[in-house]
């Protein structure tokens, strides 16, 4: 069945998010005794990209699996706060909450300690259940650990086929932690078999020579063989058409508290644009999205966590239209980013 996102429907888009959830401890100085101060957030790869899609103006569901605890009924009610469906949310006495410990450094660049390393804990019981809800979706987001690891890969696949035979558009953030994979080899098969239903792949470079194991960006993004767009970090962001980088817009100049969740809030960007644009000018659009994505990249970064500074879609746009550097772009996106 063929779905068809319309231009200009992103209140209307029905976005799924398939992954993990968790909580993000997080900490950036300690005392002279050793002592560290922590500060916990929700968090998690789907659930950060989940909020801050409902929060630019989609219709968001996310399925996942959490603790029958206070931590994981914190994250259902803070998802039902933020308008997110959560009725493909499983809650088991069985798991865990998961906890991902983060330090800053001096830049806000972010280290990380996980804590329930997914496996079985994170799995799914009812896939076909889940499998019926993403059929219903328009857009369907999964990423992370979730799709390559053991107990959850498998399922990752057949969601998403189903999403895909429903006629979704299927986008993909790999997030790929060298220290978290033990075997390589294996995650990197699992994610080729995903990357095949795969219509809007984000990476960023650290992920793309993760999944490929090349020695440069170039030789991985030849490697991949595919369209993508690309995270540089301070750099910026770019588009690789296939056969180089056909666009490229510089990273905006913020004051960076964090960059937990950047590459989320790019996502949750790039989805919105795709609302706004519809599938068939969306590829025709690059510049526009590279630069719609990396705002709301930028304005999360300016806060603690990935949910600390982004509130709304008109915080992008006055973003955009007082710092945009491509003037065409910011005629568009002053008043409206459709």
Not at 247 to 264: N, Y
Not at 302 to 319: D, I, N, P, Y
Request: proline share 1%.
């Amino acid at each position: 069945m063929k779905k068809t996102i319309c231009p200009g429907s992103g209140e209307t888009t029905r976005v799924i998010c398939l992954g993990n959830i968790a909580y993000d401890i997080i900490t950036r100085r300690e005392d002279n005794r050793g002592g560290l101060f922590f500060y916990a957030t929700p968090g998690g790869s789907v659930l950060n990209t989940a909020v801050l899609m409902s929060r630019l103006g989609l219709k968001v569901g996310v399925a996942a699996r959490t603790g029958k605890d206070f931590l994981g009924e914190t994250l259902l009610k803070t998802m039902k706060r933020e308008g997110i469906n959560i009725s493909a949310v499983e809650s088991s006495s069985e798991a865990r909450t998961a906890l991902a410990l983060a330090k800053i450094d001096e830049r806000g660049d972010s280290s990380y300690v996980f804590y329930r390393e997914g496996g079985k804990e994170a799995a799914l019981s009812e896939v076909e259940r889940t499998m019926k809800a993403a059929a219903l979706s328009e857009v369907f987001h999964t990423g992370s650990a979730y799709t390559y690891d053991d107990a959850t890969a498998k399922d990752t696949l057949l969601i998403t086929g189903a999403a895909k035979r429903s006629g979704a558009v299927i986008t993909y953030d790999p997030n790929w932690r060298d220290t978290r994979i033990k075997d390589k080899k294996q995650a990197r098969k699992r994610i080729g078999r995903l990357l095949a239903l795969v219509d809007i792949l984000k990476l960023s470079d650290a992920d793309a020579l993760g999944i490929t194991g090349a020695s440069s960006l170039k030789k991985a993004m030849r490697a991949l063989d595919r369209e993508a767009f690309v995270t540089l970090g301070n750099k910026g962001a770019a588009y690789w058409d296939g056969n180089g980088f056909s666009e490229r817009v510089p990273a905006f100049k913020v004051k960076v508290s964090d960059t937990i969740g950047a590459g989320d809030a790019f996502t949750a960007g790039l989805v919105r644009r795709l609302a706004d644009t519809g599938k068939e000018k969306f590829s025709r659009k690059i510049k526009e999205t590279l630069l719609f994505a990396s705002a709301v990249s930028a304005i999360v970064a300016t806060g603690t966590g990935a949910l600390g500074a982004l509130k709304s879609l008109a915080q992008v746009e006055r973003f955009l239209a007082a710092s945009c550097r491509l003037p065409s772009a910011c005629r568009q996106f002053s008043g409206t980013v459709r």
